[in-house]
Every structure is written in C-alpha cells, then in structure tokens.
C-alpha cells in the first residue's frame, strides 16, 4: 500500500502585520485551499490545526476554532502543537486519519498573529524556566542565531558577504510573490547598512515575526482519483523526529548542550531529513527544489549542508556559484522563504509546503523552478521540535 | 556604602571570588553531566539511573563560538541606562563535554575572540538593585602565557 497522500488545494492569507484576529487569516486561507481543491467545505471530514502557545494566546485551540468559524458542518478535529513544526504535525495527524481509512479528506490549517516587539518569556521571577533565565542573562533568539553564523566563520572561513548573498537571493526571489510580507530587491550594500544585531548578523541578517495563515486539503489517493485530480501533487514523506541524545550545538532557550560524556554528540537538524529521505525512497541528488527555515541568512546555509546538497561546510560555496537561485542547480527558498515573509509560527511549515505545490504544478509564475519534480522542507524550532517533509508530483 | 554581592540565580554557581565554579551533577549511573542541575532522572536514553553527585564543573574550556547584543533584551533583562552592549560566549568544557553560554567579562569585544581560545570563569556584576549587587558567571581569556590561575 502506499503511503502517500494527494494535495488538492492550497492557500494562504498575505504574510504581514494586519493587526487582526488570527481566525480571520485562517479562514481566509481555509477558504482559498477550499476552491483550489474544487470541493465544498461540507466534503472536508477532518480539521487538522496548527496551533501555537503564547501567554495565554486562544491559538492553542485551532482546530475547533477554525471548524466553527468555517461553520460547524460536523467534521472532526484535531489541534496540534509543536512549535514551529506544528503545521507538519498537523499534516501528519492527517496523513495518519487518511490512511488508516478513518476520513478521505481534510483540512490542514495555521494562522498566527504575532505580538510587536521582541518574543518574550511571560512575567514575575521564575529562575526554574530556562526561557526566564536566559533572557535574565541577556541571551535573545538572536544571540543563538550568530552563535552559529559566528561558528561557520570560524571553522568554514565564511564571511558576512556570503550571509549577504543569501538575503539578496531570497529577496529576488520574493519579489513577485503575492503572499510575502517583503518585496524588495535588498542589495549586498543594503544589508551591511543595516544596523548590526548580534555580531555578525545585521537586522537583514534575521528574520521578522509576521501575520500569516496558510491552508492545504489533503485526501487519499483514490479521493483524489474519484474527483478526476489522479495526477495531484503528493505527500511523500513527513518527519517529525525528536532529537537523539546528546544535543551537539546549544538549542534555544538552553544555557548548555548535553554532556555527551557518555554518548557521542548528535545534531538535531541533520537527522531531520533523513527519516524524510528513507520514507520517501528519494536521495539528496533526486531533490529539485527546498524551501528550508532560513530564520537567518547564515542558518539557511546550515540548512543546504544538513538537507545533503552539498557536503559539510560547502553551504557559502554554494551560495556563491548561484546553485541556490533560481536556474540554479538546486534553487532554495523560491518563495522568498522567511527573509521575505517574516516567521508565523503555526502557519510557516504549511507556507513552505503550500510553495511547493505551486512549484511542482508549474503555477509559482516568476519564481518558478523549472522541471521541479521532488520538493524538501525543514524547519526546526523550540523544545525538540522540527520537521521535514518531501513532495513529489 | 558598599552594596552586598549576591548571586543572580541562587544555587547556580559558587561564589567563591578568585576561583569560581557552575554548580551541575553527574549522573551516578553513565557519568552524564548536567547543567543546569539535573536530579530527577537522566537523560540519556539508555541509562535509567535517578541518584546523581553534586558537582562543580571545570571553570576552564575553549570558545566555540560567540557574538555580542548591541540591542536592550526584553525584561527580565535588567539594563543599565543607558544600556551598554555585551559580549556572549559558548565555551566547550573538555572533560563534562559540554558548551555553556555566557556573557564575557566587561571589556571584551567581538573582536578579541577566536574559535579555540582558552577562557576560565568568573564573577561579574550582572545588574544592580538598592541594596545588592546581582553577581553572576562570566567568561574572562586567560592569559596566553599559559600563566593561568
């Protein structure tokens, strides 16, 4: 049997900061994945939110909300949380729906509305939450983000130029697209003007938090070939690994690794794809297209060497022969990737899967890669959490 | 006049002025060890032990990496106004085989770093209140002279 899944629709809200209700994008989004799929909302029998945990923020609750501001109409539904994977979770809860025959269709849903400002631990003295902890000692998400960007300088000899280059890249490619945040044509001296953040990252060295919903609906194979939609793009792989002890590089919000005292020291990011890769019977070679977690330049390229499309410490490398563009050998982050959108927490890894189904139907316009037949996505984000997922037409 | 010196966190470091230690534990049964201080149960999965030593870590390591704030962190960040940029450093501790962050000491720049160098631990004012002094660890070079405490 296979285990794949067919994508018949896709849609999103414009990534921003619209300063409303995160249902409104929801539904928006909902509702354009809803006609791309050409079936009525009362065909969906199962609704998969992506939810995220703020404070107290309602989205904790997508599911239900975003079924009943589409109007109850009785289907199921599932809420999951898994930081900034919570959009492949909830594909994958899906998948497993699907699968085991329990529902022919559903609905995949994320929306987030970002507070201003800089993400921040909730208030009072709590010395026993690292989160508390790290911003007492003044370490932000930026600080992890150059730790690494530093830590490829130091041992790879990268420079803040190839950094530049990656935001140049995505800027390009973002420029057409109608659902960035973002759409200008940022040059290598735009950036080193920017005000510097975290050495050696600058301000367009990181990404923004944004407003955003993004939508797919998901069915079985035989679903899809019943409505004449055989040919749809397909869900090959999801991983959704945790971490394999002990942790090499300081995650967020930790003070400290694992001691890898009594095991070797693994990374996270690196073993994300891998499960996606064996799942899908595809190799590293057979990828035309990824769009990967860049919530900075230097990360993005962390990303090429963990995806396996170039070897260890040969990301900048990359970068600066063009592979990475569009027309080039492997084009990374057609859509803009979070340079040009910004992060929506649990709406991101469904963006990334949605520009993908745009990619392998040959519908992404101007940023199209051509010929675009496997597509990869990763992310990572907090507690051990991280996915990948791979797309095949 | 002089305010009273207290740790930031209570129970994280000692607060010995020359010769300062981060408090963690060993797992009595693999030898893991933590830091923060683990005592509950290990982590690692193929160990079940739940009895760990308490331990000081090294409070000497090489730089892994580091960067700087030029921004004021959000609360509970205590800045000094107007604020003044620091540095942060990972230090990789050879025996725990660890990477512990921190901020380095008053005066240090990006630019006095490399990959590799040798840092030891110490004791930093990390902000002030009325009455105390707020201490915490801080990475500080050693001297390349080898003439190290």
Redesign the interface.
């Known amino acids: 049997m296979s285990g794949d899944i067919a994508i018949l629709g896709v849609g999103m809200h414009p990534w921003g900061k619209w300063g409303k209700n995160f249902v409104e994008y929801g539904v928006h989004a909902g509702r354009a994945a809803i006609r791309d799929a050409g079936i009525s909302w009362k065909d969906v029998q199962f609704v998969s939110g992506a939810a995220t945990m703020r404070c107290g923020y309602p989205g904790y609750v997508a599911g239900a909300t975003f079924a009943q501001a589409l109007g109850w109409q009785g289907a199921e539904v599932n809420t999951s949380y898994a930081a900034c994977a919570s959009g492949s979770q909830a594909l994958a809860a899906a998948r497993t729906k699907i699968l085991s025959g329990q529902c022919d269709v559903a609905l995949v849903i994320g929306s987030d509305t970002t507070p201003k400002g800089f993400l921040k631990p909730a208030p009072g003295e709590r010395p026993e939450d690292p989160d508390w902890v790290r911003f007492r000692l003044g370490i932000t998400n930026p600080s992890y983000f150059a730790l690494y960007a530093r830590r490829r300088m130091e041992i790879y000899g990268d420079t803040q130029d190839d950094f530049a280059l990656v935001k140049v890249k995505n800027a390009e490619h973002g420029f057409t697209n109608p659902n960035a945040r973002y759409k200008k044509k940022f040059t290598a001296e735009d950036v080193a003007a920017s005000a510097m953040v975290a050495d050696p990252l600058r301000l367009m060295d990181i990404c923004a938090t944004s407003d955003g919903a993004a939508a797919l609906i998901v069915s079985s194979l035989d679903y899809a070939k019943k409505i004449g939609r055989g040919d749809a793009v397909r869900v090959a792989a999801i991983s959704t690994v945790t971490p394999t002890f002990a942790s090499s590089i300081i995650e967020m919000p930790d003070l400290a690794t694992d001691s890898a005292f009594a095991v070797e020291a693994q990374s996270f990011r690196a073993s994300l794809p891998v499960k996606a890769y064996e799942e899908a019977g595809i190799s590293p070679a057979d990828v035309s297209v990824a769009e990967v977690y860049d919530l900075s330049t230097a990360l993005e390229m962390d990303w090429y060497e963990d995806l396996q499309l170039c070897p260890r410490g040969e990301g900048a490398k990359l970068v600066r022969e063009g592979a990475t563009r569009i027309g080039g050998r492997i084009p990374v982050n057609p859509s803009g990737g979070l340079a040009c959108f910004g992060e929506a927490v649990p709406a991101q890894a469904l963006a990334q899967v949605c520009e993908l189904t745009w990619q392998l139907r040959g519908q992404a316009g101007e940023r199209q890669v051509e010929n675009a037949k496997v597509g990869i996505t990763a992310n990572q984000g907090l507690f051990g959490h991280g996915s990948s997922v791979i797309l095949k037409k | 006049m002089n305010k009273t010196q207290v740790p ?3 129970g994280w470091f000692t607060m010995d002025a020359e010769k300062p230690h981060l408090l963690g534990t060993q ?1 009595k049964g ?7 201080r683990q005592t509950v149960f290990c ?5 079940e032990s739940e009895a760990f030593d308490e331990v000081q870590l090294s409070r000497t390591g090489k730089v ?8 004021q ?6 800045a000094p106004d107007p604020f003044v940029p ?1 540095t ?1 450093v ?1 230090v990789e501790l050879e025996k ?8 380095a000491v008053e005066g240090v720049e ?1 630019s006095d770093l ?2 590799g160098m040798d840092m030891e631990l110490v004791l930093e004012t ?1 902000f002030e209140d009325d009455e105390n002094e707020k201490l ?1 660890w801080k990475w500080k070079p050693l001297p390349t002279d080898g003439g190290a405490a």
Not at chain 2, 43 to 47: Q, Y
Not at chain 2, 64 to 71: D, G, H, R
Request: hydrophobic share 40%; net charge neutral.
């Open positions: 930031a966190l209570e797992c693999c030898g893991t060890y933590y830091f923060p982590k690692n999965p193929a160990c892994w990496s580091f960067t700087n704030a030029c921004y962190p959000p609360e509970p960040f205590v620091y942060i990972a725990e085989k660890m990477i512990v962050l921190g901020q990006v490399k990959a990390l915490t």
